[in-house]
């Protein structure tokens, strides 16, 4: 069974850019989060959506930062406008909410630099 | 406080030692509990789920103290390729947010030959 899909793997951009980050959960899951890590911050939680809905966008930054998730196998991230303070990795996950126990199940992540 | 509390080591052990990792989480309504091993440039994957009897896994046990909101992970025999990151990780155990998980910043482990 094919895996959390994220893309692109890597994204270079300048400063001030948009940019756009996609994510295809794993089939059947209801859950999906968006995480970004640094050295600095470890993994934090950005935003999460149940059943499509998002659930808490607390951990989004700043209104530069935004989430969609228009159907159960697809959902974006998106900055605008990007700042080099935002070069991270950003891992989406997904998970069956409702089930025996809540493990997430990560993406390869996409390796961002802004310069 | 943070929810997930480890200590980020590093842990230098040769082949074959016995490694011990250690965290305490702050809310005692969490239900589920994991191991999230790291490498090095790639994404969390699960290691394994804790369980309240303690559970097995190979060379891999992990113990839960509920009263003491302690979690530990035991590698025996260990082995080069479990140099990584693990990441102990809880949920948050309340209604809607039962889902989201909380995850510490992770012991590095380099075993070496």
């Known amino acids: 069974d094919a895996g959390v899909i994220q893309s692109p793997r890597h994204e270079v951009t300048e400063m001030g850019q948009e940019v756009t980050l996609r994510c295809k959960p794993i089939s059947g899951h209801n859950s999906l989060f968006w995480y970004r890590q640094t050295m600095m911050r470890g993994l934090e939680l950005l935003i999460y959506f149940n059943n499509n809905v998002p659930i808490d966008d607390s951990g989004m930054p700043e209104d530069r930062f935004s989430a969609k998730m228009p159907n159960a196998s697809f959902s974006t991230l998106k900055i605008q406008p990007s700042e080099p303070r935002d070069s991270a990795v950003y891992f989406c996950a997904s998970s069956l909410w409702g089930g025996s126990s809540y493990e997430q199940y990560f993406g390869p992540g996409t390796r961002l630099t802004v310069t | 406080r943070k929810e997930v509390e480890q200590d980020p080591g590093p842990f230098n052990v040769p082949e074959g030692a016995t490694v011990a990792f250690n965290c305490t989480y702050s809310n005692s309504a969490s239900q589920s509990f994991f191991w999230y091993r790291q490498d090095c440039r790639k994404e969390p994957k699960l290691l394994m789920s804790?369980?309240?009897s303690g559970n097995e896994d190979g060379r891999f046990t992990a113990q839960l103290n509920r009263a003491s909101q302690y979690i530990s992970l035991l590698i025996r025999d260990s082995k080069l390729s479990d140099s990584a990151t693990y990441l102990c990780v809880v949920n948050a155990g309340r209604g809607s947010t039962l889902g989201r998980l909380y995850f510490g910043r992770g012991t590095q482990l380099t075993v070496w030959p």
């Open positions: 804790v369980y309240s």
